[in-house]
Antibody, heavy 118, light 107 residues
């Protein structure tokens, strides 16, 4: 069926950096676009970043543009989110999700918690 | 960015009730809309894609409809396992925004 497992979440001070990883298994990773989605405590879901199957097309939401970088390694079946200049408001659960041909995120990881606090 | 609004929020209902959640887009998005169910501590679950197509394995009590700017998610008879938060998401343009969510709780 397919599985995604995130890792790398941690407690970090404001202004710090963190790198999240998402390992895929059970499906042909190279065929799918991938996304990072955040849920801030007590709030809803926010789509942060998108990367196409080849890695050539990338999008960011405005709140993370210039601070976060998405990348993928198709040889390792993994997608990454490099987060710099972290702010308190970046605190939340970070999910990676597989996108199925522009119609839905059909496989999600369980999420990894990022806490930005001094 | 395309904005999505949802109503009502929250939604209080009883087991067996028919419930309908509405999602409205700030501009026309054809049928490029999905619905998800999210429970605390779990991964969101895709229910409906392309506005009205039921995802494989999702119970038939869930249905979606609409096009353009106005969409609905209907649960024909609320099951105890359906108490959760429901989100719509548009795929017409980047960023692929979510609605603010509708929490369905017990009346």
């Amino acid at each position: 069926e397919g599985q995604l497992v995130e890792s790398g979440g941690d407690l970090v001070q404001p202004g710090g950096s963190l790198r999240l990883s998402c390992a895929a298994s059970g499906f042909t990773f190279v065929r799918y676009s991938m996304n990072w989605v955040r849920q801030v405590p007590g709030e809803g879901l926010e789509c942060l970043s998108y990367i196409s199957s080849s890695g050539r097309t990338i999008y960011y939401t405005d709140s993370v543009k210039g601070r976060f970088t998405i990348s993928r390694d198709n040889a390792k079946n993994s997608v990454y989110l490099e987060m710099n200049s972290l702010r308190v408001e970046d605190t939340g659960i970070y999910f990676c999700a597989r996108e199925r041909t522009r119609d839905g995120f059909d496989i999600w990881g369980q999420g990894t918690m990022v806490t930005v606090s001094s | 960015a395309i904005q999505l609004t949802q109503s009502p929020s929250p939604l209080s209902a009883s087991v067996g009730d028919r419930v309908t959640i509405t999602c409205r887009a700030s501009q026309a998005i054809n049928t490029a809309l999905a619905w998800y169910q999210h429970k605390p501590g779990k991964a969101p679950k895709l229910l409906i894609f392309d506005a009205s197509n039921l995802e494989s394995g999702v119970p038939s009590r869930f249905s979606g409809g609409g096009s353009g700017t106005d969409f609905t998610l209907t649960i024909s008879s609320l099951d105890p396992e359906d108490f959760a938060t429901y989100y719509c998401q548009q795929f017409n343009a980047f960023p692929q925004t979510f609605g603010p969510g509708t929490k369905v709780d017990l009346k």
